[in-house]
């Protein structure tokens, strides 16, 4: 399991069929405003921009009722992790899909998968936004499955710990949007 609460490390632990992650964070906003920089276009540009990969497609429906917001990257295979590149040695096109329950004000569910195509690869994540006065916090809870005989278990811990660290990342880049 991935646990962090607000700047605590994470670390993985393996449940014995596939890696769960869980983290929460907090950030200095109302419940509205996180989630509506958690479903824009500048947030999707900002993480492409730090992993240093080329701009996104991205779409948000049904912004002011249960949004959803859907982007698109292409991963070159350079920038995937050594063990990856050994089993995968081409561009990956993941599809991020947030699925949102509604907008508010006090707690708001979202769908959280990642989608990469035909690799044997699924991210699922329930996330949760929970308002706390003048506060929010946000707790991602899913699971990181890899169906492939042999390594999948350790891909599926490296993959957790990647994971991870973009929603650390993420943390910091949904605070400076929220602070511009």
Partial sequence: MLESVGTLPAYP????????????ISFSADLV????VL?????????????????????????ETAPQAVTVVTVPAAKLPDKFRRLINRDVIATITQTWDGTG????????TVD??????????????????????CTYSGEVKVNMPFVGAKIEKIAASKIDGIL???????????AS
């Fill in 116 to 137: 990469v195509g035909s690799l044997p690869v699924t991210v699922s994540l329930t996330q949760t936004l929970t308002a706390n006065g003048d506060s929010t916090s």
């Fill in 13 to 24: 632990v393996a449940t014995g069929e596939h890696m769960h992650l869980e983290r929460t």
């Fill in 39 to 63: 479903i824009s276009e500048e947030l999707a540009r900002a993480r492409t921009e730090a992993g240093d990969l080329d701009a996104p497609q991205h779409t948000v429906t049904n912004a």
């Fill in 105 to 112: 004000p006090d707690v708001a569910r979202a769908d959280f």
């Fill in 168 to 178: 650390e990342g993420d943390q910091k880049l949904v605070n400076a949007i929220l």
């Fill in 33 to 36: 405003s996180v989630q509506r």
